[in-house]
T-cell receptor, first 114, second 116 residues
């Protein structure tokens, strides 16, 4: 079982370039999330999708867009990358409803914007 | 405001000893869940243990247990018989169960080093 798969694992961009981070899960989860992790700041939620066809902003959505392509896939797009977007990005997924709704994470994408 | 506080930026423990990582939370909601995750140096986030606010017993998962004190709003992680592979960052998180919101509120983490 692959769980949550993120691509790419590493990326270097120049300021102003665009890119899309891909995320796919094979656990039949309803909800998916994008986080960024910066030193000393913990994990911060960028966007989430409670179910297929819906997306909502998290704490730090500026400069990002998302697409919930289908139940399995949730992509994060940087339209015009900035050095402040240098970070480690995590995708996660969970069931939503009654129960623990544990979030399971992908391996992360290390992004550097020069 | 909902918040998670982890007051120990770094902890050291001797191999085979037990260690407690502190987590306090702040919420006025009655229904919530508390989570602990491990992040080794390789970077992945690994789910360790879950405690529901209405669970009467402390959660246990192998060498991990959660010391849940609801009145004190604390959810400390206890790792018994520490191993070198336990060296990692540990994050405490809370999810409020009201509505359809399944977002997690995260602490800043505790770095644990296990000494041989």
């Amino acid at each position: 079982n692959a769980g949550v798969t993120q691509t790419p694992k590493f990326q270097v961009l120049k300021t102003g370039q665009s890119m899309t981070l891909q995320c796919a899960q094979d656990m039949n989860h309803n909800s998916m999330y994008w986080y960024r992790q910066d030193p000393g700041m913990g994990l911060r939620l960028i966007y989430y999708s409670a179910s297929e066809g819906t997306t909502d902003k998290g704490e730090v959505p500026n400069g990002y867009n998302v697409s919930r392509l289908n139940k399995r896939e949730f992509s994060l797009r940087l339209e015009s990358a900035a050095p402040s977007q240098t970070s480690v990005y995590f995708c996660a997924s969970s069931f939503s409803g009654r129960g623990k709704n544990i979030q399971y994470f992908g391996a992360g994408t290390r992004l550097s914007v020069l | 405001a909902q918040k998670i506080t982890q007051t120990q930026p770094g902890m050291f423990v001797q191999e085979k000893e037990a260690v407690t990582l502190d987590c306090t939370y702040d919420t006025s909601d009655q229904s919530y869940g508390l989570f602990w995750y491990k992040q080794p140096s390789s970077g992945e986030m690994i789910f360790l243990i879950y405690q529901g606010s209405y669970d009467e017993q402390n959660a246990t998962e192998g060498r991990y247990s959660l010391n849940f004190q609801k009145a004190r709003k604390s959810a400390n992680l206890v790792i018994s018989a520490s191993q070198l592979g336990d060296s990692a960052m540990y994050f405490c998180a809370m999810r409020l169960n009201a509505g359809n919101n399944r977002k997690l509120i995260w602490g800043l983490g505790t770095s644990l080093a296990v000494n041989p």
